[in-house]
């Protein structure tokens, strides 16, 4: 008889997400009337812009025609994306890079799980607590983290909390690490990092010839000037991070998938025998071992966002939804909650009424107002007594939600 990967029996429960959505529409059958406002799983509501629409459209013709039809892609990404990332994203901000290390994936989700085929299994993880859900399950799908304890906390894994009372930043690990995930602007927190918290970072990395797997999915949401983009924009960094980004939020592409990877050549980990290795190569045998490339539609769509259209209408979309999060952020602080993030990221996380567990807090909102939120216990025992709301709605719906939120 063949076996499973028992790793999977390590989970916790089911993945955070399918599980709000099972809620929220068990509620809705129960309650056919009611109208549910969701400002839950943090899926876009606005259509693509229309240069991206164009785009794509046009890469599709070029499907229909023998002359411009393409087959199997590179699998690290056509030079036209990969050009434009480079230029706009990083050449932009003072980092160089080479055409080698962005590798064009179709989810940042995806790659920061992949990323964990090229390092072995002895490696010690530290992960924010809380933190997005995919960090710490597929570390126990890949059989790094051991068993789980009461809290829900596995045994293997160096947890970060992040609090109010550290402004939801992570302090340095006390002891010996070896893979860092650090997300920002954090999802769900909506922390940022200024470039001397990274310099921390990167330095601490550095004397423990640690790798930081940087979450940066995110990053078009930042509105003040002195927060960084990319990690690459502080000194030192190359020499320790990964860095991953996603089309998804930032373009509407969560139905589109597309999004890439920064694997500097110059980041090295130890092989076998303790020598150095590239990081590079591996990452890109294994992308080509794998995965077959992103399609040349939703590729060309994602160049498109570089064009000077695609720029302004991509910035209108960010700004619907920032002002969202200012309307969200300012009503719940007048009902007299106690509110985060909502300033340089696109989600609100809020403490519960009442000292309630985040979980009874889902329920009340969910009954009290129709209002579908992400229990924070949900990303980490340290989110325990949160809750997280997204900016990803209608201007009216955000405004409906906030009005049905001074009766929960």
């Known amino acids: 008889m063949a076996t499973i990967n028992e790793n999977f029996l390590k989970l916790q429960a089911g993945y955070l997400f399918p599980e709000v959505s099972r809620r929220a529409r068990a509620y809705q059958e129960e309650n056919p009337g009611a109208k549910i406002i969701s400002l839950g799983i943090g899926d876009v509501t606005q259509p693509l812009p229309p240069v991206i629409i164009e785009a794509m459209k046009k890469a599709v013709d070029d499907m229909a025609s023998a002359d411009t039809f393409h087959g199997y892609g590179p699998e690290q990404g056509y030079d036209f994306l990969i050009d434009a990332i480079i230029e706009n994203d990083y050449n932009s901000r003072g980092v160089d890079l080479d055409r080698s290390e962005v590798f064009v994936s179709d989810g940042a989700k995806c790659d920061t799980s992949n990323i964990l085929d090229i390092f072995g299994l002895d490696n010690v993880v530290a992960i924010t607590d809380p933190s997005y859900p995919v960090y710490v399950d597929s570390n126990v799908i890949a059989g790094r983290t051991g068993e789980a304890n009461e809290k829900g906390q596995f045994e293997k894994i160096v947890y970060m909390p992040c609090t109010a009372e550290n402004d939801f930043i992570p302090e340095l690990p006390s002891s010996p690490v070896d893979i860092i995930y650090l997300c920002f602007p954090n999802n769900p927190t909506g922390a940022v ?11 601490f990395a550095r004397e423990r010839k640690a790798v930081i ?8 949401f ?10 690459y924009e502080v000194d030192g960094a190359k020499d320790v991070a990964i860095e991953f980004r996603s089309f998804s939020k930032t373009a509407g592409f969560t139905g589109v998938r597309c999004a890439f990877a920064v694997v500097p050549k110059q980041l090295k980990a130890a092989g076998p025998d303790g020598k150095s290795v590239g990081v590079n190569p591996l990452w890109s045998r294994r992308h080509s071992t794998k995965f077959n490339g992103a399609s040349y539609v939703s590729q060309a769509g994602a160049a498109a966002v570089y064009t000077p259209e695609g720029k302004k209408q991509t910035r209108r979309i960010i700004d619907i939804y920032m002002s969202n999060a200012n ?20 989600y609100i996380w809020l403490k519960t009424l009442d000292g309630m567990s985040s979980w009874n807090f889902f329920d009340r909102v969910l009954q009290n107002a129709n ?30 939600a906030m009005e049905r939120f001074s009766g929960v």
């Open 371 to 400: 209002i579908v939120g992400t229990p924070g216990a949900g990303f980490g025992p340290a989110g325990q007594g949160y809750f997280r709301l997204t900016a990803f709605a209608t201007e009216a719906n955000v405004k409906e």
């Open 222 to 231: 930042i509105t003040k000037p002195d927060i960084p983009h990319s990690i």
């Open 327 to 346: 309307l969200i952020r300012g009503s719940l602080a007048k009902l007299g909650y106690e509110v985060y993030g909502g300033v340089n990221a696109p």
């Open 193 to 203: 990092a200024t470039k001397e918290v990274l310099s921390k970072w990167i330095e």
């Open 213 to 220: 797997l940087f979450d940066a999915a995110y990053e078009a």
